[in-house]
């Protein structure tokens, strides 16, 4: 009889083991799903401000073509040197707000920056993605795993140990080749 108990004592201690380690690779798929998210909502934060800046240089270049159009509108008489040094400067101030390399506050310079942001956005949601379903696996796996010790059926822990495979790979995935599995998204 106690051959029997302890070959389920051993049984429930790999079991055990194998929750464990499950709880362990769900604790980096949620660390790592987190900190993705965050980087998702930042970098979309810093996106949509890079272009709201975009779009006030864009205003601002209406404005001034729009004003260098209605000077040249003026009845002849008014002094052609000072509508021509104010035109001349308006040029300048339009040619620095389209780009403006020193500075990086250009159209040109933020149209790239808020590009380069939307794609950290982009691949943090990617990986957060993964990162999701492989918490979900892992807490399906240590459910299943759960299960038999209560219940004596060893394919539960096949199952839950499979899932744990299943989400170690998309944990893998989400670091690793986040664009591999799009097809999950």
């Not at 051959?3 to 604790?27: M, T």
């Not at 379903?133 to 199952?159: D, K, N, P, R």
Request: hydrophobic share 50%; charged share 20%; glycine share 10%.
């Amino acid at each position: 009889m106690s051959g029997g108990h302890g070959a389920v004592e051993g049984s429930n201690k790999r079991v055990a083991l194998l929750i464990s380690v499950l709880a362990l690779f769900l604790a980096f798929s949620e660390t790592l799903g987190k900190a993705s998210q965050t980087e998702a909502l930042g970098a979309n934060v810093e996106a949509s401000n890079l272009w709201a800046f975009f779009q006030a240089r864009t205003i601002r270049m209406t404005v001034i073509r729009t004003a260098d159009e209605a000077v040249a509108l003026l009845p002849p008489g008014t002094s052609q040197e000072a509508i021509q040094a104010r035109r001349a400067d308006w040029a300048k101030t339009i040619a620095r707000y389209d780009s403006e390399p020193s500075t990086g506050e250009g159209r040109k310079e933020l149209s790239a920056k808020a590009k380069a942001a939307e794609e950290r956005r982009d691949l943090s949601l990617l990986r957060y993605h993964h990162y999701e379903l492989g918490s979900a696996a892992f807490q399906i796996g240590i459910v299943l795993a759960s299960a038999e010790v209560i219940t004596g059926i060893t394919a539960l822990v096949f199952a839950g140990g499979a899932l744990g495979l299943a989400g170690a790979v998309l944990l893998g995935f989400g670091y690793l080749a986040p664009h591999a599995l799009s097809f999950l998204h």
